[in-house]
């Protein structure tokens, strides 16, 4: 019989994520009927309110989801402690949503945004593990998914302006406290989440680099990119920057396309799609109204889209600026999207 209320667990429950997953539960009244909330030993009795009740943090360890009969995991501790705890958790009956990067390649773990790919949940069961995208890749294929599917994408060259928050919450504290240090000429920068000070830098270097001058974060946008599009045709060069702002990727993509198009009909196109919100009234006197920016798109859902032109400089190309919350749509937000898609229509 199909159940009205889960017992859900949250893993990563103290972090910038993990303190999202729970305002958006609440927000959007996901029937609830338990809730378990894992950090790691630091948080160990922490007491965090959901709905106007206490629950206390419980340090993850091999035997957290033993009995609890756990249905959904919300789970964002990081790569390392979710390779070992997501298997854990999946093995003891919970579906995982999983926010880190380790099983977003994996071909029997499937890769969802639900307004690219929603279908693909149905492949949950091959692990009870569904993986949330990179946060940059999430804000750029939700518009990038009704051009490709009616003027077919050839190319998209992506440049990213990646908030702080994108990196946790340590990070966003480095910005401000770098920013408050500099202005107060008080001593010297240790940049300890970033490779050099982020305060008042924009820093082209977003995780690891590989071999071919590729960051790790550029390489997961193009490989993330055909899963989730299921279409590996789609050429894709990504460069990937860090900048001092606390809130919100931006992300500069041009697109070309195979088949020719009208402008207005991108602009019409963009503005029907679910989840998209178009910000494009570039000559209005409301600042809000010409185009999406960071400190206004903070705390909301849609993936705002706006500076939408063609490029002339190619036969069928198009500029378009994408701005969304990364700690929402790019993954709070998203997964509560997945787990709602989960309870109506498979578990
Ligand atoms: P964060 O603010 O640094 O929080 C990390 C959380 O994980 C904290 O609750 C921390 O607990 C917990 N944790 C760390 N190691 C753990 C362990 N061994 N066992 C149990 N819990 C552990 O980071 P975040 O921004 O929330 O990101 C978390 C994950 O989500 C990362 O994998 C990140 O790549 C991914 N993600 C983040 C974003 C974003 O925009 N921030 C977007 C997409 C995906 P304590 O507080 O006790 O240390």
Redesign the pocket.
Known sequence: MKKDKYSIGI??????????FLEILEQRNFPVMKLYL???????G?VIKFKGTDYI?E??NEDSFKKKKIDIIL????????S??SPLAAKEGAVVID????FRMDDDVPLVVPEVNPDDIRYYGKKNIIS????ST?QMVVPLKPIHDKYKIKRVVVSTYQ?T????????DELFYQTTGVINAKGDIFPEKFPIQIAFNCIPQIDVFSEDGYTKEEIKMVKETHKIMHDKGIGITATTVRVPVFFC?GESVNIETEKPFDIKDIKTMLSETKGIKVVDNIFSDNPDERYPYQTHVAGLDDVFVGRIRKDFSIQNGLNIWVVAD??RK???L?AIQIAEILIQKYL
């Open positions: 893993i990563g429950a103290t972090g910038l994520v993990g303190r999202e894992f950090a790691s030993e630091n948080s160990m922490e943090v340090t993850l789970s964002s501790p990081g790569a390392s402690a979710s070992k705890y926010n880190t990067s380790y949330n995208p990179n946060c999430i908030s928050s994108g990196a946790g919450k340590k990070a966003m990727h990364n700690v790019g993954a709070a998203n």
